[in-house]
């Protein structure tokens, strides 16, 4: 079975199998229904059965095939609420027909949930209080106590489905809200807010590359004795800031993630390494002339980064590999240097 990741594509599932349910419930009553009325010449009640029954197997058959349910719950609402009305008017069998309304007008709305849902019912309690009230020549005459029974029973369906969609749906928000702070959660790095290895591979595998990007990889340099000459809180602190210099810089598209300890990798987007040595660079001197104070000290951080070319999303480990050999040349070189080759 295809795994669902989203909230969305859940709900979408669940609506493809309410809606195959329906479709297999459909066969066995709309169809024996169909076939006994065409036999007992009630034509046009058993075309109308059969042609829905027609209906809602072609549209369960494409709902499985379509990936946002939404528009094809729609349109079948509204047939079931036409489907309801008619029986209701016109009666059924005998007058059966406002029984098999109570089915109809509740997948009416578990198919398109409570907002929309809501509006079908109120038009569906609207509509029949007007059939119930007025004389119609080919309306199915029901008798007044009937009338009242169907009316008031159909009302309590409504107002219960209806409730029960609404608690469904709250608590499909709470859960959906919950799975998204938690996704944000796992891909998020607690110390500098950036994204983490996780966070940066899942974005990157949506993004498609329209041209050619960069990828740099920034290493804080000789970071084992800033946090020992002055603490680890301090440590973090350069982290924290060196995060929102290279968050500042960059474009809300281009990607940033905190790689490892004092380790972090950029993917700037449609641009070349040419231009992107020019941003790392301006980024490179921004932060070494950024003062720490420590103990009333002054204290400077730099950092070395290695660059690579990225022009196919598929090719991201070969070009990570390449900037890291690079950034290992650059603290060969002295540290405080940017590698482009
Ligand atoms: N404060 C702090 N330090 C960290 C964190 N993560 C890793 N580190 C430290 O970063 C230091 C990295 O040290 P090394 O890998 O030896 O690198 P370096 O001292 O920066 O030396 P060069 O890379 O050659 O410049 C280690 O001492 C880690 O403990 C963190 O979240 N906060």
């Not at 008017?89 to 709305?109: D, F, Q, S």
């Not at 219960?160 to 998204?180: M, N």
């Not at 938690?182 to 983490?196: G, Y």
């Not at 000290?297 to 598929?314: K, P, Y």
Request: proline content about 1%; overall charge neutral.
């Amino acid at each position: 079975m295809k795994t669902l990741n989203s909230p969305e594509q859940i709900e979408n599932h669940r609506k493809r199998l309410l809606l195959s349910s329906f479709a297999f419930l459909g066969c066995i009553f709309l169809g024996s229904f169909g076939i006994n009325s065409l036999l007992e010449n009630r034509l046009y009640l058993g075309v109308v059965l059969l042609v829905f029954m027609g209906v809602i197997i072609v549209f369960a058959l494409k709902a499985r095939k379509t990936e946002h349910v939404q528009s094809i719950s729609i349109f079948l609402s509204a047939l079931l609420y036409l489907l309801a009305l008619y029986l209701l008017v016109m009666g059924g069998n005998e007058g059966t027909g406002a029984y098999w309304t109570y089915p109809i007008l509740m997948l009416m709305i578990l198919l398109v949930g409570p907002h929309t849902g809501l509006f079908f019912a109120v038009l569906y309690l609207v509509t029949s209080i007007f059939v119930l009230t007025t004389t119609l020549d080919f309306a199915y005459d029901y008798e007044p106590a009937h009338k009242i029974r169907i009316f008031a029973s159909t009302t309590a369906l409504l107002v219960l489905i209806i409730t029960s969609e609404w608690i469904r749906f709250g608590s499909y928000s709470a859960i959906a809200e919950i799975s998204k702070a938690h996704q944000n959660f796992a891909a998020t790095d607690a110390l500098t807010k950036l994204l983490n290895r996780h966070g940066l591979h899942s974005a990157l595998t949506r993004h498609s590359l329209k041209s050619t990007a960069v990828v740099a990889l920034l290493d804080a340099d000789s970071f084992k004795t800033l946090n020992d000459n002055y603490g680890h809180a301090f440590g973090d602190n350069v982290l924290i800031t060196l995060a929102s210099i290279i968050r500042q810089n960059i474009k809300g598209s281009d990607l940033v993630a905190r790689w490892g300890g004092e380790e972090f990798l950029v993917v700037l987007l449609n641009t070349n390494l040419t231009d992107a040595e020019r941003l790392i660079d301006k980024i490179k001197q921004e932060f070494s002339s950024f003062s720490f104070q420590h103990e009333g000290q002054t204290v400077h951080a730099s950092f070395s980064a290695g660059m690579s070319e990225l022009d196919d999303v598929n090719k991201f480990e070969p070009s990570l590999k390449i900037a890291d050999e690079r950034l290992y040349k650059a603290k060969e070189a002295g540290k405080n240097t940017v590698k482009m080759d």
